[in-house]
């Protein structure tokens, strides 16, 4: 699933954002998501992007093997 979208960046230009994937899921232990429930999401760059996906690539073909 992709996805893309744009807004407007802090200085007033255009940012493009691409919705590529998701790299891991885990289940939040908590019955239900209120005050004080740890969640973690992050936006990287495309490089970081490259370069964890390659790693995460990496890592399944050598589980697979």
């Not at 979208?5 to 899921?25: A, H």
């Not at 939040?28 to 970081?48: P, Y």
């Amino acid at each position: 699933m992709a996805h893309e979208t744009e807004r407007q960046g802090d200085k007033g230009k255009g940012r493009q954002r691409e919705f590529i994937g998701v790299l891991s899921v885990y289940d939040i232990s908590d019955d239900q998501l209120r005050d004080g429930t740890e969640v973690f999401s992050r936006f990287l760059t495309a490089k970081e992007a490259k370069a964890l996906m390659k790693a995460y690539r990496l890592t399944m073909k050598a589980r697979r093997a």
